[in-house]
């Protein structure tokens, strides 16, 4: 398949991952209307055209949180991103720190924030939710502490889990259903995902 525009990429994830991983990636909570308005908000924001100027001297960077970046971009959060492609975590985060801009771990990481961490030479930043058990929250604080992380992401949007229909029909979430037939119907140990020992190429 030839990738020549961002949706290429969506089409080629429709193709490439099982139908319950796409659509926990692709969808959104309820019936995806602020997620669609997301996109439509997107798609009007304009870049003001500039003729006739020196464009011998142009450069991204910018200070955010006291850290050099080359352009204004982090990656984002992406849940679960090591069922994507085998230690998707780690492939995401040397991606954004070859390209100067900070990498997010998620709370629901498949990687954990040790192997992450240093495979990289910028700390990276780390995003945590909000939630009743202030154990974990604390345990998870403190091994981004270890891990070196400079900047923490709050979500504090989400009291209540919003329902995604698009995972009940899928399989990905509701009610006896557990994730372990899941990751078997996927076959997803036949695409190499997960997060295991990096192995090597010779």
Request: charged share 20%; proline share 6%.
């Amino acid at each position: 398949m030839i990738i020549s525009a961002a949706s290429d990429y969506r089409a080629a994830a429709q193709r490439i991952l099982p139908p319950f991983l796409f659509h926990y990636m692709d969808g959104g909570a309820y019936s995806e209307y602020t997620l669609r308005r997301n996109v439509e908000d997107l798609s009007e924001v304009a870049l003001r055209q500039r003729i006739l100027k020196n464009m011998s001297d142009l450069s991204l960077e910018t200070t955010l949180f006291n850290e050099k970046l080359s352009m204004p971009v982090a990656l984002a959060p992406v849940g679960l991103c090591g069922m994507y492609a085998r230690r998707g975590e780690v492939q995401a985060a040397k991606a954004a720190d070859a390209h100067g801009i900070p990498f997010t771990l998620s709370t629901v990481s498949v990687c954990p924030i040790e192997e992450v961490a240093p495979a990289i030479k910028r700390p990276m930043w780390f995003q945590l939710y909000v939630l009743r058990d202030r154990g974990f929250m604390r345990n998870a604080l403190e091994r981004a502490k270890a891990a070196g992380c400079s900047t923490l992401v709050f979500t504090v949007d989400m009291p209540t889990p919003g329902a995604r229909y698009r995972d009940a029909h899928s399989g990905m979430s509701g009610p006896k259903r557990g994730n372990a037939p899941l990751l078997a119907s996927g076959d997803t140990s036949a695409m190499g995902v997960g997060c295991g020992p990096e192995r090597s190429s010779t």
